[in-house]
């Protein structure tokens, strides 16, 4: 799965990077809590830590965002968890 960026090139996405993306873009200013986003994109059957999630929300910024040291799209709601801010609509 890619990513069209704003440049027209494509980014490569890996599965559970495309998951995770999916799930938050789909629910925008939705607070998910590492345990739920596992849940959602991975199921309940998967043995993955919850740290996992971590990992793939560092590789999306450095990805999508214009500086991934102060993200302005996927966005960390200290204590709760994760948010997608940005703005979206459907074509």
Do not use: M
């Not at 993306?21 to 629910?27: E, G, M, R, S, Y």
């Not at 309940?44 to 102060?70: H, M, S």
Request: proline content about 4%; overall charge positive.
């Amino acid at each position: 799965r890619t990513l069209q960026q704003r440049d027209g090139l494509d980014c490569a996405l890996t599965q559970g990077e495309f998951q995770l993306l999916a799930t938050l873009v789909q629910h925008p200013g939705r607070i998910w809590s590492r345990e739920q986003l596992l849940e959602h994109t991975r199921g309940l059957d998967t043995e993955v830590f919850d740290r996992t999630i971590d990992v793939l929300i560092l590789r999306l910024r450095r990805k999508i965002e214009p500086n991934p040291r102060c993200p302005q799209l996927i966005c960390t709601e200290r204590g709760a968890g994760y948010l997608f801010k940005a703005a979206v609509s459907r074509s």
